[in-house]
């Protein structure tokens, strides 16, 4: 899946964006808006949520630490399937797991933070300009009916798209 995002000046945009998009067939749980408006919001029947706060979209650096996770436990199982280093239990194979996980986490930690930062900033400047930030999530088969049909809203503008694993998942 590929996850679009797009600002628009207004609500009313978004709620005619969001119809139309909901025609297409994409739902409320693909379909997200954040503004500074909730009364905004619950008055256009929006999924979304007034406040970047209140939202689930800093998950990347959770996201990598269940990645550091899956990486030991490969690592772990790896060693004691394939390798006899568990059989003479000395400390350095143990040292040698801890100083590797250690810096994949490391690592996965520093990149997953950067990505949140980064969504963070984009979506606070432009929150805080008074716009509408929308957020489509897609399979790729249907990104060009999207984003066709966004073309065809003048005030909405595209910001950015990734895939929907790497980058902020709202709730």
């Known amino acids: 899946m590929k996850r679009l995002f797009y600002i628009t000046n207004d609500l009313d945009d978004a709620e005619l964006i969001s119809d139309e998009v909901h025609k297409n067939g994409i739902d409320d749980h693909h379909f997200y808006v954040l503004s500074r408006d909730n009364e905004g919001i619950n008055t256009h029947h929006l999924h979304g949520s007034p406040q970047l706060e209140k939202t689930n979209l800093i998950s990347a650096s959770r996201r990598a630490n269940l990645i550091a996770a899956l990486i030991l436990i490969i690592i772990i199982s790896s060693l004691v399937l394939f390798t006899d280093v568990f059989e003479n239990l000395t400390h350095i194979p143990i040292l040698i797991i801890i100083l590797v996980v250690s810096c994949s986490l490391l690592l996965l930690k520093m990149t997953g933070g950067s990505f949140d930062d980064y969504f963070t900033s984009l979506f606070n400047q432009h929150l805080d300009a008074g716009e509408v930030v929308i957020i489509i999530d897609v399979c790729k088969s249907q990104v060009s009916k999207v984003e ?14 990734s895939s929907n694993l790497s980058s902020p998942m709202p709730d």
Do not use: E, Q, V
């Not at 066709?148 to 798209?161: E, N, T, V, Y």
């Open 148 to 161: 066709k049909i966004l073309d065809d809203h003048p005030k909405a503008k595209f910001i950015a798209d």
